[in-house]
């Protein structure tokens, strides 16, 4: 195979890194943007938490940010080897950056409440939002090193801020769990705040404080633990549409085959909902075995032809035997009706406010490839096409790994489907074709996919096809329609 494609190690596509959207951090603007956010940080941390501003001396002010501003850049550059899909995205990295703004206001706060009571601080709410948005090494990241950047703030200078805000943080970090029903929020709270509690109590006993004073610790950090879960998990929605990732709770939620929209699909399309249910499972299996995610590629599969419901009986799936309305039509024709499947996709999704992760497979699963049967048939003697945009798929190319997943298994479940016998080697043949087809065309040049990837996409079509066809019945051949196969 000799096309290049963008290489990323499979560690690098986690569950939770699918669905980012590519704005990539990689203008000036973006630069001085991520400058801007790091230094703004840095600013409010030294102003905020340094102690009354006008009693302290301009270099000790001075030294205080550039603490500061070190620090908070560590957490970037380590995001950046953690996660760099999260590091490249402005919306993520904004989000982020909001997000330690916002604790250290709290911190500022609860320092006026109650000083030296660094369980007042609500560090777990950090630790909720990011392992339920991103995942549970992300958050851990963070909320560590803003435990380290508060604890170390003039306002914090007690020897017990740093273990506590580190118990309450990192225990929700780990806690949370983004497949987590939202149900079991009671028990992120048990375990934030038996943890904070510990932390609390254990500090407070190596400082020699009365038991009183240990008891009020204890329910302060329980009350703080209850506080940072329940505004957590009601930020969370905003988040979501802030950064355009969507949690596992979205997705199961978009993923249940009794949405209207999918009810819709299988009373009126059967043949499409048939096709979209078995693309869904090739491409599950498929993201599973590379380590992409999976559910997102499902749900994505699940919606992604929902365009076909504007005219049904035009695509092939859907035709019952002897009957192909473009038989009465130009190619040019036939072909606009079939192009308009992505672009009427994409307006039924608006509508229905899918989310942005789930729409881009409407648009993205066939990219810019041509509707070549019709393309062929409008070719003239002389070999040109008269207005040969018209056969080609608006757009964009995959821009995810499950994305381009699901174009590859749209086109081989198209043709598997009407092989009349599906042999192993048959389907091998198949898929072998429609990958190869889709790298000459470029559609794979900017989904960050590897070779050794597609190669375990490739397995794994195959063994997901081979399960579905073994069993079948051998009937006897008929002639079959010359149809478009992928549509
Ligand atoms: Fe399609
Ligand atoms: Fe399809």
């Known amino acids: 195979m000799g096309t290049e494609l963008v290489t990323s190690p499979p560690d690098e596509i986690d569950r939770n890194t699918g669905s980012m959207p590519a704005t990539r951090v990689s203008t000036a603007g973006a630069f001085m943007m991520r400058l801007l956010l790091l230094v703004a940080c840095a600013v409010l941390t030294t102003l905020a938490l340094g102690g009354p501003l006008l009693s ?76 339920t948005l991103f995942d549970r090494r992300v958050s851990l990241l963070t909320v560590v090193l803003l435990a380290v950047l508060i604890a170390s703030q003039p306002d914090y200078h007690s020897a017990a801020a740093l273990p506590v805000m580190i118990a309450s943080g990192a225990s929700a970090a780990l806690a949370v769990r983004s497949s987590l029903r939202r149900d079991q929020s009671y028990l992120w709270i048990l375990i934030i705040a038996a943890v904070s509690g510990v932390a609390v109590t254990a500090t407070g006993v190596a400082a020699g404080e009365p038991t009183w004073a240990l008891l009020a610790g204890v329910i302060r950090a329980a009350a703080t633990s209850v506080v940072s879960v329940i505004s957590a998990m009601l930020f969370v929605p905003f988040a979501e549409r802030l950064t355009g990732r969507e949690t596992h709770l979205t997705l199961l939620e978009w993923g249940d085959l009794h949405h209207p929209l999918l009810q819709r699909l299988s009373l ?49 799936e859907n035709q019952p035997r002897g009957h192909n309305p473009h038989d009465q039509l130009k190619p040019g024709t036939s072909a606009s009706i079939i192009r308009s ?47 040969a945009a018209e056969f080609v798929y608006p757009g964009p190319i995959p821009q995810s790994a499950e994305t381009a997943v699901v174009m590859l298994a749209d086109g081989v479940e198209a043709i598997a489907r009407t092989l009349a016998d599906p042999t192993p080697e048959r ?38 096809l081979g399960g579905m066809y073994h069993a079948r019945v051998e009937y006897p051949k008929t002639p079959t329609r010359n149809q478009p196969a992928t549509v």
């Open 56 to 131: 302290r001396a301009p270099d000790s002010i001075v030294g205080s940010f550039v603490v500061n501003l070190l620090l908070i850049t560590m957490m970037v550059m380590a995001l950046r080897v953690v996660r760099p899909t999260i590091h490249d995205s402005g919306r993520a990295l904004a989000l982020l950056g909001g997000l330690v703004a916002f604790q250290v206001a709290l911190a500022f706060l609860a320092v006026r409440v109650r000083p030296a009571s660094p369980e007042l601080v609500p560090i777990a709410f950090a630790g909720v939002v990011i392992s």
């Open 268 to 316: 009126e399309a059967p043949g499409t909902y048939a096709h979209t249910i078995a693309l869904a499972n090739l491409a599950d299996a498929a993201c599973r075995a590379i380590g992409a995610n999976a559910l997102l590629a499902r749900v994505g599969a699940y919606y992604h032809d929902i365009g076909k419901l504007s005219k049904p009986q035009y695509f092939a």
């Open 341 to 387: 499947h992505v672009l009427a996709g994409v307006e039924l999704a608006s509508e229905v406010r899918l989310p942005a992760a789930i729409k881009a497979f409407i648009s993205e699963h066939h990219g810019t490839s041509t509707i070549a049967y019709f393309m062929e048939r409008a070719r003239q003697p002389d070999g040109t096409v008269p207005n």
């Open 427 to 464: 389907i091998r043949e198949v898929i072998d074709r429609v990958v190869q087809q889709r790298l000459d065309q470029g559609q794979l040049r900017e989904a960050p996919i590897t070779m050794r990837q597609l190669s375990i996409v490739k397995r794994e079509f195959a063994r997901v």
